[in-house]
């Protein structure tokens, strides 16, 4: 770099299971009629007691209504992406003592399948990217969020997932936040159609800019909403308005379809959702702490989400893969201790980089099935491929080359057998600034091993000391011990910080760098 099997509700013994011990069953209010609450005792997550459903039946009834078990045939592709949610705030993770009230996604774990050594980028575009197109962001030059009024956005010749689907007859739709196009491009609004989707509704990027309707935005009350193009002032609650729009583009769209649902929360600004999304309205207000009010939005989103999944008539769900990601970790005002607010968001440390996916409906063999193979967000687009048996070694893009380069393995022998190994042995993030070709003035990046984590800071900003450009750490992954609650997103002290590092350290540091720069040369940047 410059600068499946069948719908069986019982679970194998060597699967995690929805709620682990230290949380208790909570009510669901009444946007969620069938999902399980894991929830730890706090107040603004203990819905009222006389709400509180049956966990085997409410998990039962969402492994129901998904099809997991079953073959995917043409089937339809739901992907949900949020906004600033690392693992720590979902129960089912194990990452935080106390994490938020999310019983959509604690559901949708014991529903399909967790693949919980999964890695996205730092920050929300590169991650967006890599997961369009399979690709890493050294090779289109985006390596951080895109700021307002960026001159940088994803090139139309890279191939996205609903170009890739068009060739299988797929309609396409993204309901929600696209932040992949250059703001100051004319053609900015339209940005996403000509990347392959068929209809779009939703913010172009963060909240807090407009492309043209003149209104000043003030966040999820107060934005701008695009409509196939069309900017338009909105004061319609934003998370809510994004599940509406995901549903009437289910209605819309002939099947089989695509959907990308990408919900701009719980990215700020941070704010007190309505009444109906808080599990006790009189618990937060404005004047809330940040934290607060980040864990509202973060059950608020969840919440809408289960609107979405629960709103979906039966035999169109029963026939759709969903995939659900974050895109980030959770940034500093959402992190506690014991872990380290910054090692968040934005960092290629754990708590910035190793986030939440799961996998669930048609093409996935079996529920609550538990993966600790080292995964990437490059690996959708490939994996998407295999289950609709596009050949990427034979395939020609329109206007594109064959084959692509792409930087992802397919995920589909695991969607089949989650104890399969694999052949990956490390799986690179990476962020850098400013966007396009470079010279970079900084980067964050870090190679992970199954045992192991690299990270290399090179830049002033990046390392933190005027008089050092570059900054080299080792760690040392603690191994999974489902009933740890914190190893997955704590990755201990930095051992080169010590004046010797043992033989099998200096082996680790060795390839992890080795592999770090291996896997950046084979990723020019290609405009």
Not at 78 to 95: E, F, P, Q, S
Not at 196 to 209: A, C, E, Q
Not at 396 to 425: A, N, V
Request: aromatic share 8%; proline share 8%.
């Amino acid at each position: 770099m410059m600068f499946h099997s069948s719908h069986s509700s019982e679970a194998p013994s060597h699967r995690y299971t929805p709620c682990s011990s230290r949380y208790s069953l909570s009510a669901v209010p009444p946007v969620l009629g069938f999902v399980v609450a894991c929830q730890s005792p706090s107040t603004q997550k203990s819905p009222p007691s006389s709400q509180a459903p049956s966990e085997a039946v409410e998990c039962e009834g969402l492994r129901a209504r998904l099809g997991t078990g079953l073959p995917f045939d043409r089937s339809n592709i739901l992907v949900i992406l949020t906004d600033d949610i690392g693992m720590d705030h979902t129960a089912t993770w194990n990452a935080h003592p106390d994490p938020s009230y999310t019983p959509t996604l604690d559901a949708l774990t014991c529903a399909g399948m967790s693949f919980r050594r999964a890695y996205s980028h730092p920050t929300c575009s590169p991650s967006r990217a890599t997961l369009l197109t399979g690709r890493m962001p050294s090779r289109y030059g985006i390596g951080r969020w895109l700021g307002d009024n960026g001159i940088w956005g994803l090139p139309l010749a890279e191939i996205t997932l609903p170009e890739l689907l068009a060739e299988r007859g797929y309609s396409a739709g993204l309901a929600g936040k696209w932040h992949l196009g250059a703001a100051v491009d004319p053609n900015a609004a339209r940005h996403m159609l000509d990347q392959g989707f068929d209809h779009h509704r939703g913010s172009f990027s963060n909240l807090m800019m407009a492309l043209g309707t003149g209104h000043t935005p003030r966040g999820y009350w107060q934005w701008e909403r695009l409509e196939d193009g069309e900017p338009a002032w909105t004061t319609d609650y934003n998370i809510t308005t994004t599940t509406d729009d995901a549903l009437a583009l289910v209605d819309l769209l002939p099947e089989p379809w695509f959907l990308y649902v990408a919900y701009n929360s719980a990215h700020d600004p941070l704010h007190r959702p309505p009444d109906h999304l808080l599990i006790d309205p009189n618990a937060v207000s404005e004047e809330s702490e940040d934290l607060e009010l980040y864990r509202a939005m973060v059950t608020a989103t969840d919440l809408e989400l289960g609107r979405l999944l629960g709103s979906i008539d039966d035999a169109t769900l029963d026939n759709t893969l969903v995939v659900y990601m974050a895109d980030n970790g959770t940034p500093k005002w959402g992190i506690t201790a014991p872990l380290d607010p910054s090692r968040g968001k934005g960092t290629a440390y754990e708590g910035g980089v190793h986030v939440p996916m799961i996998w669930a409906g048609r093409g996935v063999s079996e529920i609550s099935a538990d993966s600790s193979a080292l995964v990437s967000f490059a690996d959708v687009f490939p994996t998407i491929a295999a289950l609709v048996d596009l050949d990427l070694a034979t395939w020609q893009p329109p206007g594109g080359e064959s084959p692509l380069r792409l930087d992802g393995e397919s995920l589909k022998p695991l969607l089949d057998d989650p104890t399969r190994d694999t052949s990956r042995s490390v799986v690179v993030s990476e962020a850098f600034f400013p966007a396009g070709p470079g010279p970079y003035q900084w980067a964050r990046t870090t190679a992970v091993s199954e045992q192991w984590k690299y990270v290399r800071l090179e830049g002033e900003e990046a390392t933190g000391d005027p008089d050092t450009d570059l900054r080299e750490e080792l760690y040392r992954i603690p191994e999974d011990d489902p009933a740890s609650d914190l190893w997955i997103l704590d990755e201990g002290p930095d051992l080169r910080s010590e004046e010797v590092l043992d033989a099998e350290a200096q082996a680790a540091f060795r390839q992890l760098s080795e592999a770090l720069d291996a896997t950046l040369a084979a990723r020019p940047f290609e405009y």
